[in-house]
C-alpha cells in the first residue's frame, strides 16, 4: 500500500508563490511517477505536472507551462510543486498521484488527500 500525504498549501495573492510538497512513504519511491492533479470547484480534475521515475524528466499542462515546477527528492520521498506568478484561476485543491513507472502503468493508482491552494485576486 502506497501512502501520499500533501501539505505546503495557503492563500496566496495573485502573481506570490507557493510550494506544495507530497510525502510517499509504502513504496519505492523512485520507481514511480509522480503527478499532480488540480480540482477547481464545480470542474473536473485537471493534470498539473508530471515528473518521470527515469532521467527525472517532466511534463507540464499548457496552463502552467513556464510558471509551475515540479521536482522530486528520492532520498526524502518527496515531491515538490514550486508554483510562481500565481493567478485566481490556478485555485483549486492540488492533488499528488504515483503510478509505478518501472512497470509501465497507464493510471495512476494512489492519491493523496489534497491540499488547498487559493488565489486572491
Known amino acids: 500500500q502506497v501512502q501520499l500525504v500533501e501539505f505546503g498549501g495557503g492563500l496566496v495573492q495573485a502573481g506570490g508563490s507557493l510550494r506544495p510538497s507530497c510525502a510517499a512513504s509504502g513504496h519505492s519511491f523512485s520507481d514511480y511517477d509522480m503527478a499532480w492533479f488540480r480540482q477547481a470547484l464545480g470542474k473536473e480534475r485537471e493534470f498539473v505536472a508530471v515528473i518521470y521515475w527515469i532521467g527525472r524528466s517532466t511534463t507540464y499542462a499548457d496552463s502552467v507551462k513556464g510558471r509551475f515546477t515540479t521536482s522530486r527528492d528520492n532520498a526524502k520521498n518527496t515531491v515538490y510543486l514550486q508554483m510562481n506568478s500565481l493567478k485566481p484561476e490556478d485555485t483549486a485543491v492540488y492533488y499528488c498521484?504515483?503510478?509505478?513507472?518501472?512497470?509501465?502503468?497507464?493510471?495512476?493508482?494512489?492519491w493523496g488527500q489534497g491540499t488547498q491552494v487559493t488565489v486572491s485576486s
Open positions: 498521484a504515483a503510478r509505478s513507472g518501472l512497470l509501465g502503468a497507464a493510471e495512476y493508482r494512489y
